[in-house]
């Protein structure tokens, strides 16, 4: 069963932080993005293979964002483009900051309970999935 949720953030306000502020708030425990249209003037971006974030000035849309949340974290990658239409993406950080608006429906699962823990083999905060009734997910609906 999935549970539905909407946003909006408004010019100024920061994506990855408004977003794990309102899975707090909304006490989501396994959350997920299901669509975002919007657009931001300054975009920190950690792309693949890179240990920091890169800092983008300028302005983008936001042409796709996904990502898992839970209330230990969050896990998010966006694509933006900039007026050429060039695209590029990665890794969301603290950063991006919205420039228009950023209209974003959430999923919450009310069947699994995502939670975040240090994976020794990756050295990131790695999902882990399990089942509201404690049992541990293999991650597939049923």
Known sequence: MIKTFALRLNPGEDLKNCLLEFTVQHQIQAG?????VGSLQQA???FAAQPQSQILTGRF?????VGTLSRDGAHLHIAISDQRGTTIGGHVDLGCIIYTTAEIVVGQSRDYQFSRSLDEQTGYWE???????GEQGDGAEE
């Open 127 to 133: 999902l882990q999935i399990g089942m509201k009734d």
């Open 61 to 65: 849309e936001i042409v796709s964002l």
């Open 32 to 36: 997920f993005i299901l669509t975002t």
């Open 44 to 46: 920190a971006i950690r």
